[in-house]
């Protein structure tokens, strides 16, 4: 290394012989995927349908928890197919899918069961304590 070094080669010299390997690295690295635009037309017709079914609840006037539970599956699809497709996360690690996926599920599973214990704790006062006044 000191020879490298005092001839003035360093570690440029040291990694001339390996020039033949930057143009593979450069060209793999530049090289990206694109998808059909069919891909792309076939999920917009899907979130224009489901856009529309979204619509047709309030149309046709439902009430409830079927209202909300039809509302929410067609924003879940919704933004299930926009996060796969239009943010490539369909193509992406599966760590990366579940660092962005997991959590928003968990805080839908921990805020289900503050729902459900606040119901239990309100069940349990008016068990106790009777109706009020």
């Known amino acids: 290394m000191a020879e490298a070094t005092a001839n003035g080669g360093g570690q440029h010299a040291r990694h001339a012989g390996h020039a033949h390997e930057a143009p593979a690295a450069a060209t793999h690295a530049d090289v990206h995927q694109e998808h059909p635009i069919k891909l792309y037309l076939v999920v917009w017709a899907w979130l224009f349908i489901l856009s529309t079914c979204s619509y047709l609840v309030d149309y046709f006037g439902l009430h409830g928890y079927l209202r909300w539970s039809l509302i929410l599956i067609f924003m879940i699809l919704k933004a299930g197919l926009i996060v796969a497709v239009f943010m ?17 599920i968990l805080v839908l599973v921990f805020v289900t069961m503050m729902v459900l214990e606040a119901d239990y704790t309100l069940f349990t006062r008016l068990a106790f304590f009777g109706a009020g006044p």
């Open 88 to 104: 490539h996360m369909a193509w992406e690690r599966l760590a990366l899918a579940y660092a962005i996926i997991l959590p928003p």
